[in-house]
């Protein structure tokens, strides 16, 4: 006898959109709708596309900061660690992560030690990190250089993938704004 999944499962596309799509901002609704549903006739995005969306969309640092408040209530060290790779050269966007750090996720907070761009913030809000974060700050150049290894790995790895398509994908189904015309067919029959 099979039981029926009663428990919604948490969709970390869903819930951050709807957190930042709460910010009463036309802009942050645009962009909830793009992170939950992408464009109109166009593929889901994925980490990639979302951050890219995320650069357009919001160009100032209180807007961004605003966007800041939701992905730390969200709590996802994915959104959080592509933040700072794109606040490295806004120093107010770095200061409110520190001036945060104890709100962070550890990955993150070890992300943010790691940043060069960020270490006289990091220094004067060190007492808001954890040990694990204090002991990366004082275990000098080289451990901090694996950790900005780390970070630029996984920041690499999420900025990959721009947009998702299944594997189950089947292009004669394709709705018709979204095919490519082509001179030669791709499935070797005639078009």
Not at 12 to 41: H, M, N, Q, V, W
Request: aromatic share 8%; glycine share 6%; with cysteine.
């Amino acid at each position: 006898m099979s039981k029926e999944l009663t428990t919604r499962i948490r969709v970390p596309r869903e819930s951050l959109s709807t957190r930042i799509g709460s910010l009463g901002l036309s802009k942050a609704k645009a962009y909830a709708d793009f992170l939950r549903d992408g464009d109109p006739d166009g593929p889901i995005p994925c980490w990639g596309a979302i951050t890219s969306r995320f650069v357009e969309s919001f160009s100032t640092d209180e807007e961004r900061l605003a966007v800041l408040d939701q992905l730390i209530g969200e709590g996802d060290r994915r959104p959080l660690l592509l933040f700072i790779d794109t606040s490295r050269q806004r120093p107010e966007l770095l200061a409110a992560m520190c001036e945060r750090a104890d709100e962070l996720p550890l990955t993150v907070q070890r992300a943010l030690v790691a940043t060069p761009e960020a270490a006289s913030f990091v220094e004067n809000t060190i007492d808001k990190f954890p040990p694990a974060a204090r002991r990366l700050w004082e275990g000098g150049e080289d451990m901090k250089r694996a950790e900005r290894q780390l970070f630029e790995s996984r920041v690499g790895e999420l900025m990959s993938f721009q947009y998702f398509v299944p594997d189950t994908f089947d292009p004669h189904n394709e709705p018709a704004p979204k095919r490519e015309l082509s001179d030669t067919p791709t499935d070797g029959g005639t078009q």
